[in-house]
């Protein structure tokens, strides 16, 4: 959340474009409901377990990308978090049915993204 005071320090108001570190903040920020902060940060404090496979393209006349898919989160690791910071019962399940909730939207959109870089790449 280290974008959260490059955003607030304009207090709702609007960020001139002179102050590019706080305009890139604010598009990366997001709020969220208290409610939802435990399982938001369980899924962020666990992007560095996630796995990743590289695909590889070709095309005609030379052209190859090798592009990292991203894997879903490993299971065993969001419940080793839930562990560590003793959440059992209904919290664990809710922690768990967010991360996975987040973790697919995650993929999809990483998808997309792929997609869309490789149209960019091949021009198809």
């Known amino acids: 959340m280290m974008d959260a005071p490059l955003v ?16 890139d903040a604010q598009s990366r920020y997001v709020a969220v409901e208290p409610w939802l902060i435990t ?3 369980c ?6 377990e996630r796995l990743h ?3 590889v393209f070709g095309g005609g ?5 090798g592009i990292p898919r ?4 490993p299971y065993r690791a969001v419940q080793e978090w839930c562990d560590r910071n003793r959440l059992y019962g209904e919290n664990r399940e809710f ?8 973790d697919a939207h ?5 998808t997309i993204q792929i997609k869309q870089e490789l149209k960019t790449i091949f021009g198809k």
């Open 70 to 73: 991203p894997q879903e989160l």
């Open 53 to 55: 496979t590289q695909d």
């Open 106 to 110: 995650f993929i999809r959109l990483s």
């Open 95 to 102: 922690v768990i049915a967010c991360v996975r909730i987040l």
């Open 43 to 48: 899924w962020n404090e666990l992007a560095g």
């Open 61 to 65: 006349m030379g052209a190859v990308r």
């Open 8 to 23: 607030a320090k304009y207090q709702g108001r609007t960020i001139p474009d002179t102050d590019w570190e706080a305009l």
């Open 39 to 41: 399982p938001w940060r």
